[in-house]
């Protein structure tokens, strides 16, 4: 165990209401190698409670990278500089004493700051309600294996449904894009049967809450996927798209 301190000087963003307007606030702190970074703002705001003042207002739930409530844009990075990790992940050991760390919310003009470091993500849950879900009897569990899925096939949905909803695709994109996100919730029911009967009314009614919601388009420059904290690949959002042709291209055809 690492006893020596780092010292640090964090540049926060405060922001009392979604209504006021926010600025960067400078702290000094000295913390442990081994803490957290939402420790780290733990011990922070033990000492603003300590000194009379308002703690940082940030959000977290599980803190081992699976709820994807904690997310922070960090010296310009969603989640930080580490690739492939939740910002609850990030341990003070990445950064040297004597840093400037600079920490604000998600950036989007779907996620409206709330108050200082937290933002209302309640967009992507309206997309999911859109359309990200199976329906099916109720009744006994079905046997296991009942349907054959090819182990690729498998993986890939696997990998599709690791996405944890917290938004860093849409904070790292400049258009604000959602399309990384829609993408894996659209591939990881589309690539399996069970997701089949509802694979075309899910895909359309999904982008068109995506767009009614402000999201942006993407442009390809891959930015959600180096900052996704699940390494969702970007192959899902071409999977996407032939999804919605395929899915116009029917009703379509029905209308005609
Ligand atoms: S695709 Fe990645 S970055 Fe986007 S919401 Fe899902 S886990 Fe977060």
């Not at 998600?106 to 992507?124: M, T």
């Not at 089949?196 to 809450?209: G, L, N, Q, S």
Request: glycine share 6%.
């Amino acid at each position: 165990m690492n006893e020596q301190k780092l010292n640090l000087t964090l540049k926060i963003w405060r922001q009392a209401s979604p209504d006021t307007a926010g600025q960067f606030k400078e702290y000094k702190i000295s913390v442990s190698p081994d803490t957290s970074f939402l420790e780290m703002l733990d011990e922070l705001n033990n000492e603003l409670e300590k000194n009379n003042q308002e703690p940082v207002a940030f959000e977290s739930d599980c803190r081992e990278g699976i709820c994807g409530t904690c997310g922070l844009v960090i010296n310009g990075e969603p989640h930080g500089p580490l690739p492939k990790i939740a910002t609850c992940q990030l341990h003070m050991r990445h950064f040297k004493n004597g840093d400037t760390i600079w920490v604000e919310p998600f950036r989007a003009k779907a996620f409206p700051v709330l108050k200082d470091l937290i933002v209302d993500r309640s967009a992507l849950d309206k997309i999911i309600t859109a359309g990200g879900y199976v329906s099916a009897n109720t009744g006994s569990a079905p046997d296991a294996n009942a349907i054959p899925i090819s182990k690729d096939t498998a993986s890939e949905a696997f990998d599709a449904a690791a996405c944890i909803g917290c938004g860093a695709c849409v904070a790292a994109c400049k258009n604000a894009s959602a399309m990384l996100f829609v993408s894996a919730k659209v591939s990881h029911l589309a690539l399996l049967p069970q997701g089949h009967p509802e694979r075309y009314r899910r895909v359309e009614a999904m982008v068109k809450v995506m767009d009614e919601l402000g999201f942006g388009s993407c442009s390809n420059t891959y930015a959600c996927e180096a900052e996704c904290p699940k390494g969702i690949s970007v192959r899902n959002i071409a999977r996407l798209n032939r999804e919605f042709i395929k899915a116009e291209a029917a009703s379509t055809s029905v209308e005609a």
